[in-house]
């Protein structure tokens, strides 16, 4: 029986596993579940995550969420090639610190940013909220750019790891939803160029296709 | 040359870091910085974290921030007891889910209520009352949303976060919960669950241990909005 994600490709962390499994060619079965169709509260969903969040994983008897920690178990049961997650102490400790930041240091506002701009467009009020997310994103970004990201490298160094997985996809959300965040931010695009390259175009387009057609519409 | 902890005990990340390293007598050294006079923004401390933010660790030439990132690091320098963050692939993937979760699923709701009642930070314009206690309900429901599931779904059975024993999680956890309740919210009450795995936490920590973490905030007791809320 082989391992299972569960994915709505709608979802930031989502994405991140899903490019994290494919780029590694992990021996695993992806099941999609519809956010919108409510279909993370089927009682039979729930059974792997009680928390009704995705991404899921079940392998065999054993269910979790929560994407990095997903990523890290597959990594280490899969063996993938050691950039990704390294195994040198201060190496890793420089992914982790990026892993831990976005949580609130990104996450909370690239989200924001889409919900705004596909529920309430035009609105007097949305406008208010809408340029307080964008200046959370703003400082967001340039703390990636200035911060995190190595002179023509990734985050965690000279190589991707998951941290770059997990930064490039939260970013893409706003993106998709009309916001261009590459303006202006050549560090940030060129950045974004090493990570499609080194996941692969086809593979980094096809993950991000359900957003982008989403935004479209 | 020690590894260097740079810590200021108001700040849940920075007790955990603490409770973690005395708890396991790691060879630290503890600098106090203090967020209230600013000693974040110092050129001196902006070289260890250029975020400035606190907890911050300096090994050498080697810089870090970030509370679990520094946990995992002293852990496995250090190499202590597995159960703190075990190398079983199962077991870490219990520990880690809880450490993802907890930034966005209980972090933010009990500093908001902390921050509101003790009015910590300097310079917050005074806020009008009818919206200080509308923005503290909502932030209540969160915060009890946020114990609902760390009770019904995190904490083991009779045991801890992550199984048996305890771990990085719980330290996690607990300096989570203390916020809120070091500015007077009873979040135990009503909880048995909860109660009872504080309990386990403090011994297997050690109450003198947990007790001088703690201490600062069970001590920041002023507060012109707590006072306008009424405390509790």
Known sequence: MSLKLFLDMISQPCRS???FAKKNNLPVEVKLISLKNGEQHTEKFRKVNPLRKVPALKDGDFCMGESIP?????????NTPDHWFPKDLQKRARVNEYLSWQHLGIRMHGAEGVHL???MP????????MARAMEDLNWSLDLIEKTFIKDGGFI???QISIADLVAI???MQPFASGVDVFQGRAKLSAWKERVVQAVGKELFDEAHKTILYTAAE
């Open 17 to 19: 596993v899903f490019l």
């Open 70 to 78: 997903m990523m890290e178990y597959m990594a280490e049961k899969f």
């Open 117 to 119: 701009g596909e529920r």
């Open 122 to 129: 035009g609105e007097p009020a949305a406008a208010d909220k």
């Open 156 to 158: 965690g160094g000279e």
């Open 169 to 171: 996809v939260e970013i």
